[in-house]
């Protein structure tokens, strides 16, 4: 029967970079993401916009992720226009 045993020293060192990039949670609950992600050279602005229910219901429709859809197609316009 093969040993289930793990030596302890091999384990990593917890330091306060390993603890600013860690998850947050109380419980099973996230309470903050972790730092250990790149950031992203744009970041997207957050704004209220109003758009035709038919738009919205579209792209709802196709699904999980249907926002970032919604921004590549607007993208492509931009594309198209300039």
């Known amino acids: 029967m093969p040993s289930t ?23 099973d609950q996230l309470i903050r993401r972790g730092r250990g992600r790149p950031k992203l050279a744009s970041r997207k602005v957050l704004l209220s916009v109003r758009y035709s229910p038919e ?10 992720g249907w926002q970032s859809r919604m921004d590549a197609v607007l993208r492509e316009y931009i594309q198209r226009k300039a």
């Open 55 to 64: 738009v919205v219901t579209y792209f709802r429709q196709t699904g999980e």
């Open 5 to 27: 045993w793990i030596d302890p020293d091999d384990a990593p060192e917890l330091d306060a970079q390993f603890f600013r990039e860690a998850d947050l949670y109380q419980g």
